[in-house]
């Protein structure tokens, strides 16, 4: 140690002292070293494997180890399983190029096990020869500042994911309220009202959920009134729909239902509806069966509900649907890309 603080190496003269102070220089870089709080070490280049010659209080509290523990061995050992080897190469190559103001900042553990985020400094101590006869190295613990950065790029993460799914929801609303028809103020608001509050449904259950997806049975079952409940059966694997889905099936099968209800099949006690879905490798499909009505015919103008269904199924998700008019009831194939899900 002697060495490094005593003689003359490159870039080792001391940047702001009094020629008062030169006699005591050894002493005060001793002391500098040993009491600033920023954690430090030394190593020689030197010896086999460039052991760790000297390390400050600071580094011995930053890490829980003791002198004796430290002393003799290469820094690596504070490296550990989620320590990224590209940062460790980085060091590496750093040290081989003589890089003089190597930094790195990489995840180091404690004796305790704890992980820590390591702004690591490192240079080299270079003697009159030009050999590299000492390695000076910081290390400072910037855990919290990671940590704040990670935070704030989660938030600004989900920021654009609300943001996302509000803007979503908001052209789901649009759609209805541009199309939704009735005769009277009353009637409008009731439409309107009705497929809002299956939002809500929707928006509920994925909530419960934690957002990651809702099952189709229970959408189908939260969007089927009480009293119908015996007419309506549902036919499929268990699927967790993705999040992205979620409303817009929901308003998919509260029209339906709307539809089915008023000039389907349940307008008629013995009618029944049958929902099926098959999960494809790439989509959805979604089987809506009525059955049990009289005299159901095409009809010869598209209404609200269907021009609504087909606006959310073809243009929001990217799907298709199919419809046929046997006179027992309507039948709805709806096809669901399942990758623009996101
Ligand atoms: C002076 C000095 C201090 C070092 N301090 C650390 C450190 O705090 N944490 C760390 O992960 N690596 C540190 N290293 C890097 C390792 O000692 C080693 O150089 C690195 O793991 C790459 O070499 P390797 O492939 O032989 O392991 C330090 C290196 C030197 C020369």
Not at 42 to 66: E, H, W
Not at 139 to 156: L, S
Not at 168 to 174: D, G, K, S
Not at 262 to 282: A, F, Y
């Amino acid at each position: 140690m002697d060495a490094v603080v005593g003689a003359a190496f490159k870039g080792d003269a001391p940047a702001a002292s009094q020629a008062v102070v030169l006699p005591d220089r050894r002493e005060l870089a001793l002391v500098a070293v040993e009491r600033t709080r920023m954690p430090m070490v030394v190593s020689d280049a030197r010896q086999p494997d460039c052991p760790i010659v000297l390390a400050n209080r600071a580094f011995l509290a930053l890490t829980g180890y003791s002198a004796e523990e430290v002393i003799g061995r290469n820094c690596r050992f504070l490296q550990g399983p989620d320590t990224d080897p590209s940062d460790v190469e980085a060091i590496r190559q750093g040290l081989r190029a003589g890089t003089e103001d190597l930094e790195v900042e990489l995840l180091n553990y404690r004796k305790d096990g704890s992980a820590f985020w390591n702004q690591l400094a490192i240079s080299p101590v270079i003697d009159e020869m030009g050999e590299v006869i000492y390695y000076f190295a910081s290390q400072k613990d910037v855990t919290a500042r990671r940590r704040a950065e990670q935070m704030e790029a989660t938030e600004r993460l989900l920021l654009r994911e609300v943001d996302h799914r509000a803007m979503n929801a908001l052209a789901l609303v649009q759609s209805f309220v541009n199309l939704s028809k009735a005769d009277t103020a009353t009637g409008y608001a009731t439409a309107i009202r009705e497929r809002v509050e299956t939002l809500a449904r929707a928006h509920r259950l994925l909530g419960e959920a934690g957002w990651s997806g809702v099952d189709l049975a229970c959408l189908l079952a939260a969007e089927t009134p009480e009293e119908i409940r015996e007419c309506v059966g549902a036919n499929g694997t268990p699927i967790q729909l993705p999040t992205p889905l979620v409303q817009p099936i929901a308003l998919v099968l509260h029209e339906l239902m709307t539809n089915a209800r008023r000039h389907g099949s349940l307008r008629d006690p013995s009618g029944t509806v049958g929902v099926e879905w098959v999960l494809q490798s790439q989509s959805l499909l979604i089987r809506w069966r009525e059955t049990g009505a009289h005299d159901v015919a095409e009809p010869t103008q598209a209404g609200v509900g269907i021009r609504m269904l087909e606006g959310v199924v073809t243009r929001q998700l990217g799907g298709a649907v199919k419809w046929s008019w046997p006179s027992s009831g309507v039948c709805v194939e709806l096809e669901v890309p399942l990758e623009t899900a996101e």
